[in-house]
């Protein structure tokens, strides 16, 4: 006899109130990173938010201009040609399908 071994979701609602807890640390830790000022004003370079307001990526090399181009000479566009058109002709011989024959019995 086969056993069925799916079980109800009975986690589900745990799952859903910790998905949103985390949206919303993100989005509080967000705003707090942001808006966080010193009293006097200054940036503290112990200060992790300070710290994390200055990380950038940097590339690993400056992209260079494209460089400068010049026309040397215009090409002229031909009028399209046209392909010959054909028509394949099957020029061998093929057997018609055999005919059944009723012989009364």
Known sequence: MARNDRQPRTDRPWRILLA??????????????????HHDGTEHADCA??????????????????PATRVVARLESLPPTSLPRFTAIFAHFTRPPPVADIVPA
């Open 20 to 37: 949103l807890v985390c949206v919303l640390l993100v989005v509080v830790l967000g705003v707090v990173q942001v808006a966080h000022t």
């Open 49 to 66: 938010f300070c710290a994390a307001a200055h990380i950038t990526v940097h590339t690993a090399q400056t992209p260079s201009p494209a």
